[in-house]
C-alpha cells in the first residue's frame, strides 16, 4: 500500500524536557520522524518546549512550537496550524498522555484531526492495567497476579489471591517511596501501612513477585497489512526488580534457547495484534522464570521508547524512522533498509557482534537519597557499546561510562581489600555499583553460586565477569613479558591499556608501545544490520581485535568530532546538540564528518547524521585510533562537554591536530594561577579569592576575604560539593566535604557576591573578530548554579554602561585566549560592578537556547570558523538583539530522589530544560514555568514564608501577589511582618508549632503556590524542608528564591490578563 | 533435535562459551561434539569468513589439525568434490520406512503396504519422502492431524500409490537437487495422485519435475531472518532458511506453476502452486525449528488440500 495521499499536514508531539526516564531518546526518534515525513512531501507541524533538541531546529520541521507540552497548548497549535492527523507514539509517554488529552477534550474531533501509529483505544489497553490484564489473558499470556487496595482488609483479601512474596506499590508517590516485596504477612501489613500513609490516594497496588526472574525486552514493528518484525532482542543482566532503564543490558539475548526465544517472538506478535496496534514500534517486556522457563508478560508500550531508541543503535535499524513511514501508510515491503540500500525493511536484523548498555547514574549530587536501584528508574543517561564478545563490549561499556573507569577493574581506580560483608551487602541490593561488587567478590573468593543467589544475576553472565578476572590474573602474572597472544586475549576482552599498565606494573604508555611493537591494534567491523549477509552502506563502525578491518578510509578533508558521551547531570543533550551541528556544518563545507560517540540516545549517534560513525568509547586510546586510521585534517573537541576538553591536550601532545581554540588556551581558563594573571592583564575584576589545602588555611583565607564566601573542590563538573558558607561555624564541615570530592587538590575559596545579578554570555571568535551570541540574565541570583538558574534573553535590568563592560570584556578575554569557535563567560554585577565569575573558551550548555531565541545557528557557523573562514565568510557581521522575549527553564529532579531537599544551590542538579517564547518577560516566564510542568494558579492562597534577610525584598512580591486577588497566608514571623507592612494574610501554624500547620494545608489542597526560601541550615527536621518536600510531592508549584517567586508573580499577572497564544519559531524570523 | 546425528562436519564460531546456563541444557556443546566427533573451532574471525563467501560465493573448505600448510589445504580442498552435480541425499535418506515415536525413528520391518497406516479416517495418512529430513517437520504434520510413514528417498512411485497416502511429503535435504533424478522421476509420477508438499529440496525436486530448472546460488540463503513475501495475500512471512540452489524463475514461467512465495531479499522463488495440481512447495523451512514460526500456516494449507481433494 503506498503512502497516504488523503493527509498533508501532521502534527508531532515532542517529549519536552530532559527528565529521568525520557532522555534525549525522543530527540533521536522525533526528529527521525520529522525527517522521515518531510522526505515525503508532507508538512510537519512540530510541538516541543525543549530547546536543546535537534528536531526543534526550524529546519527540521515546517512549522515548529517551542511551547509546553501541554493539552491546552496542544489544542490552541491544532486550532491554529489545522493538522490532518497527529503522530503521538514518537514523543515518548508525555507524547502520548497529551494526546490522549487532547483527544479527551474533543479537539481532535472537532477540527476533524486523526490520530495515526497508535490510536486512543489501543493506548489504553496497552496502559492500563486491567484492560491489558483482560487482553493477554484473551490470547493465554499471563501478568503478574495484582490488585489494588485501600485499606488493610483489602489488602488481605488480595494478597489471599496473589500469594507470597508481594510486591507492594503504592499509587502516587514520589520514586517508589513507601514500597517493598513482603514474604509474610507481618512484612505485608507494615510495607501498607506505610504505602497507604505515603499514597497521595491511600492506595496500594499489591503485586506477584518475579523478582529475581530473568528479564527480556523485544522491539517489534508492524505494519497495517499486519506485518510484523522483531528488531531485536534485548536480556538485562539485572534480574526483575530493577527498572530496565536502571538494568544493564545486552543486545541480542544471551541466555535463551531457539524454542524460548521463538515463544517471546510469537508473544509479542500476539501482543501487537491484540493490542491492536495498528503501525509503528512497540516494546513488550517479559520475565522467565529461570527454574523451568515460565514466562510472564510484564508490560508493553505501543511507541517508540528509550529500549527502542538503543534497539536502533545496537542494530542499525531505524525504528522511529519506520515507524513514521508507517504511519502513513507505507508496509515494511514497500520500505529500502536504509543501511544496506539494497534490501527491503521487512526483515529482521542479525548481529554478530555484542552491544552492552549502562546506565550512568549520579547518586552523587543527591546524598540525601541512598544507592538503592529499585523499580523506580534513577538513571540520567546511558552508555553504549559494541564488541566482538561480551566481555570486550562490558569492559568497553564500563570506559565510555565517564566515571573514571577503564574497566572492569584493574584499572588502578579499584577500591581493594573490601570485607565480605560489605561486598555481600553490594550484592544483595541492587546499586549503581554492582557491577563491580560482582568483580570483588569473585577476587574474595565468593563461588558464583553464591553470587547467583544473591544477585539472582545469570550464571552466563557471572562466568563472562570471572573470564575477565582469569584474564586478569593471566596479565598479571605475564607482567612485562607479556607476549603477543596473550596481549591480543587481553585486548579482545576488552581490557584497555591503562588496564594492562596496572597489570603489569607499568602505565598506559608502555601498553601502547609494548602492543605497536608487537604489531597489535583494533580492527574497525561494520555494524549493517545483517551480519554481512549484504553490503553496507552506511558507514558505521566499532573497534575490536580480529583479523579483517573494515573501515573504508577515504582521501577526503575530513574532521572527526568528539561526543560527549552518556548523559549526566551538568552534560546533557545540549554537548550533542552542538557535536550534530558540526556535523551539519562539515557537510554544508564539503568536509568529510567523522562522528564519535558512545551514546544511543544521541542524534549524533543516528548512522545519516555524519559520513561516519564511529560508536566508540571517548578515551585517549580509543580516540587515538580512529584518529591514526582515519588521519584526519582536524579534531573537533570543543563541542562535546567536559568529556573531549579532558582529553585535548593529551591528544595535541599526540600530535592530533585540534581545530579551534587550542587546548593551551582551555587550560589557560582553567587554571586558577593563569586565569587570575589574564583577568589582571585585561584590567578585568573577580570576586576576591584564595586557596586552601587544609582547613587551618581555608578558616585564614575566609577571614582574609570576608563572609559569605564559596567553597568549592577544584577539578569537578557541576558544582559539586560547592556549597555557600555564611559564617565559621560552617565552614568546618564543607570544607571537609570539599575535600573529599576531589582528594589531593586544593579547595578554592571565593567570596561570595550575596544578592549579585548573574549572566551567561555566549560568544563567537574567529581569532580575530569576536560576536556576542547572547547575554542571558540569570532569574535567581548569585549562588545558584548556572545550569539551574532560569535565564532570560535579552537581559532585562542591565544598564547600558555594564553592558558595554560586557561586551569589552567578552571580547577582550575571547582575544587574549586566541578562541576560535564559541566562548562562554559568567558575570556577576553587584552594586554596578562587573565580576568574572568563569570563563569557559568552548560551546556551552546555553548555545542551542541561544540559537533558537536568535535564529543564529551559532554551533554550525563556530564550525565553519574552526576551518578557517572569518565570521563575515560564513555572514556574521554584528551581534542579533531579538526584541522577542525567551526564557530558559530547569527542570528539575526531585520527586525521584526520595528524601531530597529541593533547594537550588550552587551545585548543578537539574535534568533538562524548557524554553518559553513571547513579546512579554511576563508570558515568556509563564510559558517556560508551565512548560517546566508547574501548573500555574490564577487564584487561590500563596503560602509565604521566607528567612529573617529576604523579609524587605519578600514585600513587594507579596503586595503583587495580593494585589492579583491572592490570599497570603503564612507563619508567625512573616505573618507578622506583612501585617507591619500592610499586607493583610492569613497565619497558619509552623509544622514544629502543631496541627494543622502549614504541610496539613498544603495537603488539604488549601494552598496553591509556596514561596519559600532556605534559611541557611540543612537539616532535613527543618521545617521549611518539610514545606517544599510537601509541595513537590503534591504537586503545589513553589519558588526557593525571591527572584524566582517575582518572577512566577509577574507571570501569572500575565495570565490573569490572558491565557498564552502560540507561535511558531518560523514566525518569530521573517 | 531435528535428526539421529549432527549433520555439519564441523562447527566455527568466533566465542565459544563452555559455561552454559538454561534450565533445559544438559550438556555443553563441547561435550555434544565430542560424543558425535564432530569438529569445533573457535576465535575466529567469522565476520571476515562470512565477507569472504560472500565476496566469493560458497566454496568447498577444509578444516586440518593434522596439515598445517596452507598451500596443502587448498589443494586437498580443490579436489573435494564439488556439491554441485552431487547427489547428497541418496547419502543421507533412512535406509528403511520408519514411524517417528518420541523423535526416536521406529523402523517398518514389513512391506509398505496399504495396511501401515493405522489412523485412517480419524488422520491424514502421508508418505514422506526422507531426503535428509527435520525431525519438527513430522511433529508438525502430525500437529496437523497427520500420521506420518517416512521412506527412503528411491521409494518408487508404485510403492507410494500402494501405500495409498491421503498426501505425499517431500522433505528437505542437502545438496544439489538436479542429480536426484530418481526423486524427480517419482514425484512426475505422483503428481495430480496426491496433493504434494514439499520444503527445501523437495520443493527444488518439485521445480524439476514440473518441467523447471534449479541452479546455484552465489552463497545461498542462510538464516533464521530471510523474509519472503506470500504473492496470494502479499504478507511478508520471517524464515527460516539454509540453501544453496534455487529454482529458476523464468525455467517455470510458462507453464502452469504459478510462484506463489518469493525471497525479498534477491527476489528469488521460494513457494510455488500449480493451477491444475494440488502441488504447493516452499523453499524454505515453514517447521523453523531453530527459526521464526510465521509460515506453520503451510502445514494447515497441506492438510486442507488433503481434505479436499477429490482425485
Known sequence: ?1070 | MESSRIQASALIVREYQDDYSNWNADMSLADYLKASNVMGIDELDTRALTLHLRNRGAMRGIISTDITNPDALVAKAKNLPSMEGCDLASAVTTEKAYRLVKDIPIFIQEPLSNDLFTARGEKKSVVAFDFGIKFNIIRLLEASGCEVIVVPATTPADVVKAMNPDGIFLSNGPGDPEPVIYAVETVKALIGFRPIFGICLGHQIMSIALGGQTYKLKFGHRGGNQPVQNKVTNKVEITSQNHGFAADMESLSDSDVEISHINLNDGTVEGLRHRVHPVLSVQYHPEASPGPNDAQYLFDEFVSMMEHFTG
Open chain 1, 1 to 1070: 500500500m503506498p503512502k497516504r495521499t488523503d493527509i498533508k499536514k501532521i502534527l508531532i508531539i515532542g517529549a519536552g524536557p530532559i527528565i529521568i526516564s525520557q532522555a534525549c531518546e525522543f530527540d533521536y526518534s522525533g526528529t527521525q520522524a520529522c525527517k522521515a515525513l518531510r522526505e515525503e512531501g508532507y508538512e510537519v507541524v512540530l510541538v516541543n518546549s525543549n530547546p536543546a533538541t535537534i528536531m526543534t531546529d526550524p529546519e527540521t520541521a515546517d512549522r515548529t512550537y517551542i511551547e509546553p507540552v501541554t493539552p491546552e497548548a496542544v489544542a490552541k497549535i491544532i486550532e491554529k496550524e489545522r493538522p490532518c492527523a497527529i503522530l503521538p507514539t514518537l514523543g515518548g509517554q508525555t507524547g502520548l498522555n497529551t494526546a490522549i488529552a487532547v483527544a479527551e477534550m474533543g479537539i481532535l474531533e472537532k477540527y476533524g484531526v486523526e490520530m495515526i501509529g497508535a490510536d486512543v483505544a489501543t493506548i489504553k489497553k496497552a496502559e492500563d492495567r486491567e484492560l491489558f490484564r483482560d487482553a493477554m489473558n484473551k490470547i493465554g499470556l499471563n501478568i503478574p497476579r495484582s490488585g489494588f487496595a485501600t485499606n488493610l482488609d483489602e489488602v488481605k483479601q488480595v494478597s489471599d489471591e496473589i500469594g507470597f512474596p508481594i510486591i507492594v506499590r503504592p499509587s502516587f508517590t514520589l520514586g517508589g517511596t513507601g514500597g517493598g516485596v513482603a514474604y509474610n504477612p507481618e512484612e505485608l501489613e507494615s510495607f501498607c501501612k506505610a504505602g497507604l500513609e505515603a499514597s497521595l490516594n491511600t492506595q496500594v497496588m499489591l503485586e506477584q513477585s518475579v523478582l529475581g526472574w530473568k528479564e527480556y525486552e523485544l522491539e517489534v514493528v508492524r505494519d497495517k497489512a499486519d506485518n510484523v518484525v522483531i528488531i531485536c532482542s534485548i536480556e538485562n543482566l539485572d534480574a526483575m526488580g530493577v527498572h530496565t532503564g536502571d538494568s544493564i543490558t545486552v543486545a541480542p539475548a544471551q541466555t535463551l534457547s531457539d524454542k524460548e526465544y521463538q515463544q517471546l517472538r510469537n508473544a509479542s506478535i500476539a501482543i501487537l495484534r491484540e493490542i491492536g496496534v495498528e503501525t509503528g514500534g512497540s516494546n513488550v517486556q517479559f520475565a522467565i522464570n529461570p527454574a523451568d522457563g515460565e514466562m510472564i508478560v510484564v508490560e508493553m508500550n505501543p511507541r517508540v521508547s528509550r529500549s527502542s531508541a538503543l534497539a536502533s543503535k545496537a542494530t542499525g535499524y531505524p525504528i522511529a524512522k519506520i515507524a513514521a513511514k508507517l504511519a502513513v501508510g507505507y508496509t515494511l515491503d514497500e520500505l529500502k533498509n536504509d543501511i544496506t540500500g539494497e534490501t527491503l525493511a521487512a526483515f529482521e536484523p542479525t548481529l554478530d557482534y555484542c552491544v552492552v548498555k549502562i546506565p550512568r547514574w549520579t547518586f552523587e549530587k543527591f546524598p540525601e537519597t541512598e544507592d538503592y536501584l529499585t523499580t523506580a528508574m534513577k538513571s540520567v543517561g546511558e552508555t553504549m557499546s559494541i564488541g566482538r564478545t561480551f566481555t570486550e563490549a562490558l569492559q568497553k561499556a564500563v570506559r565510555s561510562l565517564e566515571i573514571g573507569r577503564f574497566g572492569l577493574g584493574s584499572d588502578g581506580r579499584e577500591v581493594d581489600n573490601l570485607s565480605k560483608t560489605d561486598i555481600e551487602h553490594h550484592l544483595v541490593t541492587p546499586n549503581s555499583h554492582r557491577l563491580f561488587y560482582l568483580r570483588q567478590a569473585m577476587k574474595a573468593g565468593i563461588s558464583l553460586e553464591a553470587i547467583h543467589e544473591m544477585t539472582k544475576v545469570d550464571p552466563w553472565f557471572l562466568h563472562q565477569i570471572k573470564r575477565i578476572c582469569d584474564m586478569e590474573e593471566r596479565v598479571r602474572v605475564a607482567g612485562k613479558g607479556i607476549d603477543a597472544d596473550l596481549l591480543k586475549r587481553a585486548k579482545a576482552n576488552g581490557f584497555s591499556d591503562v588496564q594492562i599498565g596496572v597489570l603489569t606494573g607499568t602505565d598506559e604508555e608502555w601498553a601502547r608501545k609494548r602492543r605497536y611493537e608487537l604489531g597489535i591494534k583494533p580492527v574497525y567491523k561494520l555494524v549493517d544490520t545483517c551480519a554481512a549477509e549484504f553490503e553496507a552502506a552506511t558507514p558505521y563502525y566499532y573497534s575490536t581485535y580480529e583479523e579483517e578491518c573494515e573501515a573504508r578510509v577515504s582521501d577526503n578533508k575530513k574532521v572527526i568530532i568528539l561526543g560527549g558521551g552518556p548523559n549526566r547531570i551538568g552534560q546533557g543533550i545540549e554537548f550533542d546538540y552542538c557535536c550534530v551541528h558540526a556535523s551539519f556544518a562539515l557537510r554544508e563545507e564539503g568536509v568529510e564528518s567523522i562522528m564519535v560517540n558512545s551514546n544511543p540516545e544521541t542524534v549524533s549517534t543516528d548512522y545519516d547524521t555524519s559520513d561516519k560513525l564511529y560508536f566508540e568509547p571517548l578515551t585517549k586510546e580509543d580516540v587515538l585510533h580512529i584518529v591514526e586510521k582515519e588521519k584526519p585534517f582536524g579534531v573537533i573537541v570543543q563541542f562535546g562537554g567536559q568529556t573531549p576538553l579532558n582529553l585535548a591536550r593529551e591528544l595535541k601532545a599526540a600530535g592530533v591536530p585540534i581545530i579551534g581554540t587550542q587546548p593551551e588556551s582551555i587550560h589557560r581558563a582553567e587554571d586558577r594561577d593563569e586565569f587570575q594573571g589574564m583577568l589582571k592583564k585585561l584590567g578585568l575584576t573577580q570576586p576576591e579569592s584564595g586557596i586552601a589545602m587544609n582547613y587551618d588555611e581555608a578558616l585564614i583565607e575566609a577571614r582574609r576575604i570576608g563572609y559569605p564566601v564559596m567553597v568549592r573542590p577544584s577539578y569537578v563538573l557541576g558544582g559539586r560539593a560547592m556549597r555557600v558558607v555564611y559564617s565559621e561555624g560552617d565552614l568546618e564541615g564543607f570544607i571537609y566535604e570539599a575535600m573529599e570530592a576531589s582528594p589531593g587538590h586544593p579547595v578554592l575559596i571565593d567570596k561570595f557576591l550575596e544578592d549579585a545579578v548573574e549572566l551567561d554570555v555566549d560568544a563567537i571568535s574567529d581569532g580575530k573578530k569576536t560576536i556576542i551570541a547572547g547575554v542571558m540574565q540569570h532569574i535567581e541570583e548569585a549562588g545558584i548554579h548556572s545550569g539551574d538558574s532560569a535565564c532570560v534573553l535579552p537581559p532585562m535590568s542591565i544598564a547600558n554602561r555594564l553592558m558595554d563592560e560586557i561586551h569589552d570584556a567578552t571580547r577582550a578575554m575571547a582575544k587574549e585566549l586566541g578562541v576560535v569557535g564559541l566562548m562562554n563567560v559568567q558575570y556577576a554585577i553587584k552594586d554596578n560592578r562587573l565580576y568574572i565569575i568563569e570563563v569557559n573558551p568552548r560551546a556551552s550548555r546555553t548555545v542551542p537556547f541561544v540559537s533558537k531565541a536568535t535564529g543564529i545557528q551559532f554551533a554550525k557557523l563556530a564550525t565553519k570558523v574552526m576551518l578557517g573562514k572569518t565570521l563575515s565568510e560564513v555572514g556574521l557581521e554584528t551581534e542579533f538583539v531579538p526584541t522577542h522575549i525567551s526564557v530558559k527553564e530547569a527542570v528539575m529532579p526531585f520527586d525521584r530522589f526520595p528524601h531530597v531537599d529541593t533547594l537550588l544551590g550552587p551545585e548543578m542538579k537539574s535534568t533538562g530544560e524548557v524554553m518559553g517564547i513571547s513579546d512579554d518577560f511576563g508570558m515568556a516566564y509563564a510559558k517556560a514555568q508551565i512548560g517546566s510542568g508547574d501548573d500555574l494558579p490564577t487564584e487561590g492562597t500563596v503560602f509565604i514564608s521566607v528567612k529573617e534577610g529576604d523579609k524587605g525584598q519578600m514585600l513587594p512580591t507579596a503586595s503583587l501577589f495580593k494585589a492579583l486577588g491572592f490570599t497570603i497566608m503564612a507563619t508567625s514571623g512573616t505573618s507578622d511582618f506583612l501585617k507591619k507592612n500592610g499586607v493583610a494574610n492569613v497565619l497558619v501554624n509552623k509544622v514544629s508549632v502543631g496541627r494543622p500547620h502549614v504541610v496539613d494545608a498544603i495537603k488539604n489542597n488549601e494552598i496553591q503556590l509556596v514561596i519559600n526560601t532556605p534559611s541557611g541550615t540543612s537539616e532535613t527536621t527543618h521545617d521549611g524542608y518539610k514545606i517544599r518536600r510537601a509541595a513537590l510531592k503534591y504537586k503545589v508549584p513553589f519558588a526557593t528564591t525571591l527572584t524566582g517567586a517575582m518572577a512566577v508573580a509577574r507571570a501569572i499577572a500575565r495570565l490573569k490578563e490572558e491565557s498564552f497564544d502560540v507561535k511558531a519559531l518560523q514566525d518569530y524570523f521573517v
